[in-house]
């Protein structure tokens, strides 16, 4: 899958290259976070698991919806993971309402939008 390359395929994330997705609230929680990291990436200092990485993930918003949906829909139910499915039309929307976004997403601002 095309995150493994980073994040692994176990989901436990690689020193310097990736945080873990397995039991992060990052996947796991509002699917609007994710989602939105897919379509603009993240930049900067975050948070998982306790740990803070200060890196940056580029968008993969050349993904169609489908696709997107998908890989959200896996990395959610994977690993003993048991959150809600993504559609396509949710990720559609997302990326009509952020259409001239153009800049990646920093942590901050992404749980300031899900509060
Ligand atoms: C080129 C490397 C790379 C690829 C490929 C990549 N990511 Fe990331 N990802 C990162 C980095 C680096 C961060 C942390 C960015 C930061 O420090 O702000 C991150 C952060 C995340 C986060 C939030 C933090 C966490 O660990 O949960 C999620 C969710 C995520 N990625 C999901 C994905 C998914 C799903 C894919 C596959 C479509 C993917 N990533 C592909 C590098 C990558």
């Known amino acids: 899958m095309t995150c493994a390359a980073c994040h ?3 989901g ?3 020193e310097g290259v990736a945080p873990p997705l397995v039991g992060v609230d990052w996947v796991t ?3 609007g ?8 990436g993240l930049s900067g200092p975050v948070e998982v698991l306790g ?3 200060n890196l940056e993930m580029p968008a993969f918003g050349f993904m ?3 696709q997107i949906a998908a890989v959200l829909t896996y990395v959610r139910r994977a690993w003993g993971h048991r959150a809600d499915p993504v ?3 949710f990720i559609s929307k997302l990326r009509q309402e952020y ?3 153009d800049r990646p997403w920093s942590a901050t601002e992404l749980l300031e939008l899900e509060k």
């Open 33 to 40: 976070l994710s989602a939105r990291i897919l379509l603009h």
């Open 51 to 53: 740990k803070t990485y």
């Open 64 to 66: 169609v919806d489908e």
């Open 87 to 89: 559609s396509p039309e």
């Open 12 to 14: 436990g994330g690689l």
């Open 8 to 10: 692994q395929g176990d």
């Open 99 to 101: 259409s001239s976004r």
């Open 29 to 31: 929680g509002p699917a």
